[in-house]
């Protein structure tokens, strides 16, 4: 099929759109895209300090990749790049060299940090300790923890991570599901604005998925990491993923329609008033004396020290 906007060849059928796009004009409506949420929803500013999540893997490619189009020839204005080693033996390594390689070749200011270095162990150390089933979830709150320490560290004024369209309407439904309203207010374009964490931005949270990989397949001057990390069959969110896509394959738009339910749901409910104290441990912000990270963390030591109790 020929492209609806020139009659260059068609490399992807937005069905929710009715639109066939050649590769130029994708990577159009993907740019546009992320250009719109920066500027309704992001409030970033001259003078500021951004920090990318950047795993490389291909959404956080091709956020650095937009986010440097867009800001990269700002004088006053700094990108910089953290990336989280969680350690996955054959699955991590290759995408934190092209991380590094593309951070090179941008000029990027770039920090690497380990969870072996941050929590005392490797994530398939993790795993070992506590087994495959509850390995994404320790890896999502460590992963988090490290990142809001290290963004206020390198003083950072935002942070983007990469979620795209397929994981926000995800988590809005695993949260539907979990009867947590109270987290669907945290879905916004922008989140963790309390005091202690470093508010954190998700400019690609209107793009589709395929259409990310898409345009880092498209587009040379991008290098990604396509694998899936090899603990994801264990994640919740893949029962989500599966329900989402066979009802967006039905019903073409359906992601938007909760993207846009969560948005509207977030604007009305009221913030409940958390009272935040510092960690004992660490002194990350916290409604228990303890932070998760840090009671993750010691539940790993007695876990280690006594691995046939959990």
């Given at each position: 099929?020929?492209?609806?906007?020139?009659?260059?060849?068609?490399?992807?059928?937005?069905?929710?759109?009715?639109?066939?796009?050649?590769?130029?004009?994708?990577?159009?409506?993907?740019?546009?895209?992320?250009?719109q949420?920066?500027?309704?929803?992001?409030?970033?500013?001259?003078?500021?300090?951004?920090?990318?999540?950047?795993?490389?893997?291909?959404?956080?490619?091709?956020?650095?990749?937009i986010?440097h189009?867009?800001f990269?020839?700002?004088?006053?204005?700094?990108?910089?790049?953290?990336?989280?080693?969680?350690?996955?033996?054959?699955?991590?390594?290759?995408?934190?060299?092209?991380?590094?390689?593309?951070?090179?070749?941008?000029?990027?200011?770039?920090?690497?940090?380990s969870?072996?270095?941050e929590?005392?162990?490797?994530?398939?150390?993790i795993?070992?300790?506590?087994?495959?089933e509850?390995?994404?979830?320790?890896?999502?709150?460590?992963?988090?923890?490290?990142?809001?320490?290290?963004?206020?560290?390198?003083?950072?004024?935002?942070?983007a991570?990469?979620?795209?369209l397929?994981?926000?309407?995800?988590?809005?439904?695993?949260?539907?599901?979990?009867?947590?309203?109270?987290?669907?207010?945290?879905?916004?374009?922008?989140?963790?604005?309390?005091?202690?964490?470093?508010?954190r931005?998700?400019?690609?949270?209107?793009?589709?998925?395929?259409?990310?990989?898409?345009?880092?397949?498209?587009?040379?001057?991008?290098?990604?990491?396509?694998d899936?990390?090899?603990?994801?069959n264990?994640a919740?969110?893949?029962e989500?993923?599966?329900?989402l896509?066979?009802?967006?394959?039905?019903?073409?738009?359906?992601?938007?329609s909760?993207?846009?339910?969560?948005?509207?749901?977030?604007?009305?409910?009221?913030?409940?008033?958390?009272?935040?104290?510092?960690?004992?441990?660490?002194?990350?912000?916290?409604?228990?004396?303890?932070?998760?990270?840090?009671?993750?963390?010691?539940?790993?030591?007695?876990?280690?020290?006594?691995?046939?109790?959990?």
């Open positions: 099929m020929d492209c609806d906007k020139c009659s260059e060849e068609a490399v992807l059928y937005q069905k929710y759109s009715g639109l066939h796009l050649c590769s130029q004009h994708l990577m159009e409506s993907v740019e546009g895209k992320v250009k949420t920066l500027r309704k929803h992001c409030d970033i500013q001259h003078g500021q300090k951004i920090g990318i999540a950047l795993s490389g893997g291909k959404d956080s490619s091709v956020l650095l990749h986010m189009q867009v990269g020839n700002w004088p006053d204005l700094k990108l910089v790049c953290i990336s989280i080693d969680e350690g996955i033996t054959g699955y991590r390594d290759p995408s934190i060299d092209m991380a590094i390689e593309t951070t090179n070749a941008l000029d990027v200011e770039h920090h690497v940090y969870f072996n270095e929590v005392g162990y490797t994530l398939d150390e795993s070992n300790l506590i087994g495959d509850k390995t994404c979830r320790y890896c999502g709150i460590l992963r988090r923890w490290i990142l809001n320490r290290k963004s206020k560290e390198l003083d950072l004024d935002k942070i991570i990469g979620h795209n397929d994981d926000e309407s995800q988590s809005a439904l695993m949260n539907f599901l979990d009867g947590d309203i109270d987290r669907m207010t945290r879905l916004g374009p922008e989140i963790n604005t309390k005091t202690g964490f470093t508010p931005i998700k400019p690609l949270r209107e793009v589709p998925e395929r259409e990310i990989g898409l345009y880092a397949k498209i587009n040379n001057k991008i290098k990604a990491h396509f899936e990390c090899p603990y994801s264990w919740l969110r893949q989500a993923r599966k329900i896509n066979q009802y967006e394959s039905n019903h073409p738009g359906a992601k938007y909760v993207l846009s339910s969560v948005d509207q749901i977030a604007e009305k409910l009221p913030q409940k008033n958390i009272k935040l104290q510092d960690c004992k441990t660490c002194g990350e912000p916290t409604t228990n004396t303890k932070c998760r990270a840090c009671q993750l963390i010691k539940n790993l030591n007695k876990n280690r020290q006594n691995p046939s109790k959990p």
